[in-house]
């Protein structure tokens, strides 16, 4: 299967797995087949009596997705960064910004916030804006600031229209203060200085046509107690039809001798400033909340992200990238779906499990499950004490011994209590669970190592030899992770595998053409495959079976919010042994007659594209990996497999060769 797995059911002219099984039983064991059967018949009905009313279908269309989105740390840093207010001005604005702003963050989203807040619908014309932004409390010793905001109109229709911010002063001299006209010719300005902000850049005029306002500014610096001075004024100068106002900064410095030395005079405007009262919380937002936003504003209601629910009961540093990780899901197109993500959290090695379910209207909640570090394995190491029918065979030692013994053959219990038993066998998984003999001892599987692989692939499954290319040996990990499948895995399950053949390949090899000059090719998107050959049965792994291992984990957070997770390798074991199971006599017609009458929806994507293959092996795979997702959210085929794994028993055991 594409990332998955991929199941070859057409061999040596049988027309598919179950045939094969059919044909290679009847001879032997024909009133075992009847009854197996008859059993599997039977399990639609069982599940009927105990599911929905007759005649109605599961209402649940959730899809557990297992396409991952790989988010790179380092773009989350990046993103981490990046500032909400920055963002979301620059989106509608050229931004044109005092480097001032560079330099503090806090600063810097104080202004752009302001700026949306007084921003313009549509821009015809250039227009300034004095804005007096207060001390804010959510930076300590913060003073009060004073910048001009100006609108400019685009040039041409294919531009933006440009802000630009411009820091006038901070402190006491943000605060305007009063330079009336005084009476008299006032005082004359000096030879030279410095002027910007009046219109058509030319003071001279407009000081020609606003006389009075040049005697205020003029005659409150000559006053000023210097001897440097910084400072916004407001003129008021009586004319026709009422008082002017006009504001102005003005700084430089005054010598002993009364002189004015580097005078520079600043046109703000004939409006008055304008009190910005940023949001509080604005540092809180983040560059998600600005892609959430736009999610939320979309206008086809598909496209509409609903309401987020969760974020609050997150640790605080696994909240942004939560956030990041349901806008990019939801921009990929999940809906009715739960995703189980692997989020890196910025500017560490830490990782956030976090589940994301896409619900009704859109909206998402997230739940913590965990965390883990780059490079470690997901979920905890084996321990017989997780294993499938460990607490029913742990009442006394000497039923967990009889216990032990079927479940690991290769394993000579030791200690006198449960506890001391349970120790020792768990402390044998540990140590042998990622070689090829444990699983050879205690399951009957061969488990073939590079070396092993091209003869027994030849020999038993008719391989070509383009078709040997690039096996490997399983990693410890690996082999330590199929363990872990394993383990949950029913006793009556378990023994059903007996027989199987494991191999491990980098990648998966098509032979193309006519007989006589076939020719390999690769597959890289292949993450598994099943194979039957005759009475044997084969399992290859390759490389993308840990496709999305950085973007995905299996479980939830299991009973009493403890963890219990596993990598996405997990899940690639149990859809290809899904599909040998699924060769069970009776069973795949049994799992097909429950989903035609009740109706049920695929699980995921890929039992999706081809459910008469891929459903029963992907349920499966949810069955072992995240069996209270399917519980919840396909009860049926939960009942199913439990009625399976109860039944399959007394069939199993009397068969030794299974």
Do not use: C
Request: proline residues 7%.
């Amino acid at each position: 299967m594409p990332d998955r797995g991929r199941h070859i059911s057409r061999f040596a002219g049988f027309t598919d797995a179950t045939d094969f099984v059919r044909r290679l039983l009847l001879g032997a064991i024909g009133v075992l087949l009847v009854t197996v059967a008859g059993v599997f018949a039977a399990m639609i009905g069982a599940v009927d009596a105990t599911a929905q009313p007759a005649g109605r279908t599961h209402p649940q269309e959730s899809i557990y997705q297992t396409r991952g989105i790989f988010l790179d740390p380092k773009e989350m840093d990046r993103w981490a960064s990046a500032s909400y207010w920055e963002q979301k001005v620059a989106e509608a604005f050229k931004l044109i910004v005092d480097p001032r702003m560079q330099d503090d963050a806090e600063e810097r989203d104080a202004v752009l916030a302001t700026v949306w807040q007084v921003k313009r619908e549509s821009v015809n014309a250039e227009t300034k804006i004095l804005t007096f932004i207060p001390k804010r409390s959510a930076k300590p010793r913060s003073k009060d600031l004073a910048y001009l905001i100006s609108f400019i109109p685009r040039a041409n229709p294919k531009e933006k229209d440009a802000v630009e911010t411009r820091f006038i002063a901070e402190g006491p001299a943000a605060m305007p203060v009063a330079a009336p006209e005084p009476p008299g010719p006032g005082p004359r300005p000096p030879s030279s200085f410095g002027y910007a902000g009046f219109p058509q850049n030319n003071i001279n005029r407009y000081w020609a046509e606003h006389p009075g306002e040049m005697k205020g500014v003029l005659a409150w610096i000559a006053a000023s107690a210097g001897p440097a001075f910084n400072q916004i004024l407001r003129t008021s100068v009586a004319q026709a039809g009422g008082i002017r106002s006009a504001y102005f900064h003005v700084a430089g410095t005054k010598i002993p001798s009364g002189t004015v030395a580097g005078l520079a005079i600043m046109f703000l405007g004939d409006a008055a400033p304008m009190t910005a009262r940023p949001p509080e919380q604005r540092g809180a937002r983040d560059i998600a909340d600005l892609q959430i936003e736009k999610l939320q504003a979309e206008a086809r209601a598909h496209d509409r992200i609903g309401d987020i629910t969760g974020l609050d009961a997150l640790p605080a540093d696994e909240r942004f990238p939560a956030k990041v990780a349901v806008w990019q899901y939801f921009a990929a197109g999940t809906r009715d779906g739960e995703v189980d993500a692997i989020v890196p959290i910025p500017k560490t090695d830490r990782r956030a499990l976090v589940t994301l379910r896409f619900g009704a209207r859109n909206n998402v909640s997230i739940q913590h499950v965990g965390e883990s570090r780059k490079g470690s394995m997901l979920g905890d190491p084996g321990d017989v004490r997780r294993v499938n029918g460990f607490a029913a065979n742990s009442a006394t030692p000497s039923a967990l011994v009889a216990w032990l013994k079927k479940r690991y053959p290769g394993v000579p219990p030791k200690g006198s209590t449960v506890a001391e038993l349970a120790e020792s066998v768990t402390a044998e998984i540990q140590r042998r669970g990622g070689t090829p003999a444990w699983f050879k001892e205690n399951y009957g599987i061969d488990v073939l190592t590079a070396a092993d692989a091209p003869g027994r692939l030849t020999r038993t499954f008719e391989y070509k030899t383009q078709a040997l290319g690039n096996l490997q040996d399983f990693t410890p990990s690996e082999l330590q992770t199929l363990e872990s499948t394993l383990e949950r895995m029913s006793d009556s399950l378990v023994p059903r595998l007996r027989g199987l053949v494991m191999a491990r390949q980098k990648t998966a090899v098509e032979l193309i053409g006519v007989t006589a000059t076939k020719v390999a090719v690769s597959d890289w998107r292949e993450g598994g495959i099943a194979r039957l050959h005759g009475k044997d049965r084969l399992i290859v792994i390759f490389d993308a079976a840990s496709m999305h291992s950085d973007a995905l984990f299996t479980g939830g957070s299991g009973v009493n919010g403890k963890p219990e997770v596993a990598a996405q390798l997990l899940w690639t074991f149990a859809h290809e042994l899904g599909h040998v199971l699924a060769a069970t006599p009776g069973a795949k017609e049994s799992f097909e007659g429950l989903v035609r009458s009740k109706g049920i929806k695929p699980v995921t994507w890929y039992a999706a594209s081809n459910p008469m293959d891929e459903f029963l092996p992907e349920t499966f795979a949810l069955y072992v990996g995240d069996p209270e997702w399917l519980k919840s959210n396909r009860p049926d085929l939960f009942r199913w497999f439990e009625t399976l794994s109860a039944l399959a028993s007394s069939a199993v055991m009397r068969r030794a060769d299974w």
